[in-house]
Structures are given as C-alpha cells and as structure tokens.
C-alpha cells in the first residue's frame, strides 16, 4: 500500500510497530497537514489502478498489528472476509483517524459501551478500544456488499462524504 510519508524515517526505531496517536510526536510537520486532510492517501489510486486495493473499503492495517489486534478482538480478522481493502471507508467517514468518534457525533455517546468491554482497570485508552469502533463499521460495511439495495447508497454515500471530511480537515 502506497502513502506519503508522514513520520520521520526512524519513527519505530525505538517503540517498533505501534499505531500513531493524536499528537504523535513523530509525526513531521507536513505529516499534520497530510493527515489532516487526509492528503496521505492519494498514492493509493496507483493500488486501486493495479487492482490490490478498491476505493471504498475496509483500510487495510499492517500486518504486525494486524495479528495482534486479532488475537484481542474477537472477529477482528473478518473485517477484510471477501472485500478488498480501501483508500476510504465507513470507518473512515464516521471516526477520526485514530478510531475514536468525534467528541461532538452522536457515536461519541456509544464509545464507553464499546471500549473496554470487560470492565479491565488500567486499559484507558487502549489500541484495541479504537479498533473495535473501526471493527464496527468495518463488518457493517461488509455486510452491506451482500445486496445491491444497501450496498449501492452506502457506497455512494461514502464517496460523497469522504471529500467534506478531507475539506473539513477532520484527520486528526
């Protein structure tokens, strides 16, 4: 998968894979401004051209955290089950771009029922907590694909949104 890059070259030197936060530090300056508006993705039409990725999908997650994030969240891996992985999403559209809803959304109002399922102290603002909101709408998406009836809307509802959230700079 194509991107810009928005870190610095040594970025995991220290950590290894770990997903960026909201103020990452080891995100460069014009990495902000690429995520923001979401500008990082445009390399990922020339995989949409060869035909590893489509335009509306799942995003796809490395596979180092992949793996993890299947063995902590039951269900995670049929996320992507007979869909290819998109540039943008449902997810993508309704959450910010770590997976946690927008403090001002009406989901914002379901994220404490969704995180930390098991009630675990010490697990605030785990990575696994902004997955399963992603998971979410990832599965509902793929659910969609089964019928023309709800797919065809949705997708196009996606199209249509994704520029107003890349407009709105709501990448963060």
Partial sequence: MLKFRSMRPDAERLT?????????????????????????????FLNVLLGHMS???????RTELAEQLAMAIPYFEE????????????????LSY????????HLAQFER?????FKMEGTEG????????KLLFDLAYSASTEELRTFLPLEL????????????????
């Fill in 98 to 105: 770590t997976g946690k809803a927008y403090p001002d959304s």
């Fill in 16 to 44: 290894g894979v770990v997903v960026a936060s909201k103020d990452d530090p080891r995100i460069t300056k014009v990495g902000k401004i690429l995520r923001k508006t979401r500008l990082d993705e445009l390399p990922q």
């Fill in 79 to 94: 996320r992507m089950r007979d869909v290819k992985p998109g540039i943008t999403g449902l997810a993508q559209i309704n």
């Fill in 113 to 117: 029922d969704l995180t930390n399922p």
């Fill in 126 to 133: 785990a990575l696994a907590d902004d997955m399963r909101m």
């Fill in 55 to 61: 335009i509306v999908g799942p995003r796809p997650e």
């Fill in 157 to 172: 509802s996606i199209l249509l949104k994704t520029p107003l959230v890349m407009l709105r700079a709501l990448g963060t």
